[in-house]
């Protein structure tokens, strides 16, 4: 018998190994298989049932790729004596995610935050809305900085709209990326948490972790990352889209949001809400929608939101009346 297999979107070296090593120790453990590497081609000959096994093992050897940086021979080992799993690097919802730079844990502390925990494995991409203080953005950042540790991907990029909040760019000192980088500061303070003051500045000089404005985003594609969009809220549905469609082969894309604070000149721009409306239902494609009660920061924090839900609740009430 003889059948063809094809590496699609991947770069036959990341699976072959330099000088095909790792294909080699692959191929030791199918004697009978006689196995011809032609680019994206594999042609194999032998018996079917041979065919077959080497076909699934094969799929799971591209499948611990799509979890590790790279692959060696030891993998091949892992896989043929049983240890290769595809939930190898999950973890449970209240499981420690990461170790932070004083060595406490990080993990989902309460019941929200461990939803957002398993819907980014079961998922590739993740939208995390509601108010302010309920961890979104620090549980995505810390699952892309174990994604990053565990060499499940080659890079973080960290992403927010470049959106006035009453005060206006022009006047702030500094060329441009002065004038950004307040805006994007929360993100630093996450990662500062995380990962050593030293190592996360080589890491952003190597490109490794990328912070950058929105607009930055256009045109790239995005593979093998960990990809977060922060304040989505203050994107349109187009803006969003394009966000989106960056999305290249093994990446995972997380968006958090809170719809309660937009910053754009007219709210009914923002494209967050009606961006999940429309993805809906789309396998690959998680909501986890935080409340008042899952605010984390100083107890007086969720008074506060709830002070103002219910005055602009008033107010929206008085205009239908009027």
């Not at 999940?276 to 899952?294: M, P, V, W, Y």
Request: include cysteine; charge should be neutral.
């Amino acid at each position: 018998m003889k059948k063809s297999l094809f590496l699609e979107a991947i770069d036959p070296i990341e699976i072959y190994g330099a000088g095909g090593r790792i294909l080699n120790e692959f191929c030791s453990y199918f004697p009978k298989l006689k196995v011809t590497a032609r680019g994206h081609e594999l042609i194999l000959e032998g018996r079917e049932e041979d065919i077959a096994l080497f076909n699934t093992r094969f799929e799971e050897l591209i499948e611990r790729r799509h979890h590790k940086m790279n692959l060696t021979v030891y993998d091949v080992e892992d896989i043929f004596s049983g240890e290769n799993t595809a939930e190898r690097f999950r973890i449970s919802g209240d499981a420690t995610i990461v170790h932070g730079t004083d060595g406490k844990p990080i993990r989902a502390r309460n019941k929200t935050q461990q939803e957002m925990v398993k819907a980014y494995f079961d998922n590739d991409l993740v939208f995390a809305v509601g108010p302010a203080g309920t961890g979104k953005t620090y549980i995505a950042i810390a699952l892309a900085v174990r994604a990053l540790k565990n060499r499940e991907i080659k890079r973080i990029i960290l992403t927010r709209p470049a959106v006035e909040a009453g005060e206006r760019l022009g006047f702030l000192p500094g060329d441009l990326k002065d004038k950004l980088d307040p805006y994007l500061q929360p993100l630093y303070d996450a990662l500062e948490d995380m990962i050593p003051s030293r190592k996360l500045q080589e890491f952003m000089g190597d490109g490794i972790i990328q912070i950058a404005p929105l607009a930055y985003m256009r045109g790239r594609t995005l593979d093998r990352a960990c990809v977060i969009l922060d304040e989505a809220q203050n994107t349109n549905l187009g803006q969003l889209k394009m966000f989106l469609t960056r999305m290249g082969s093994n990446a995972k894309f997380i968006v958090t949001g809170d719809a309660t604070q937009i910053d754009l000149p007219r709210k009914g721009d923002s494209g967050l809400l009606a961006g999940i409306r429309l993805l809906g239902g789309i396998k690959g494609i998680a909501t986890i929608s935080f409340t008042n009660e899952d605010i984390v920061r100083h107890p007086l924090v969720t008074k506060i939101v709830k002070a103002f839900d219910r005055a602009e609740e008033t107010e929206k009430a008085d205009q239908a009346e009027a």
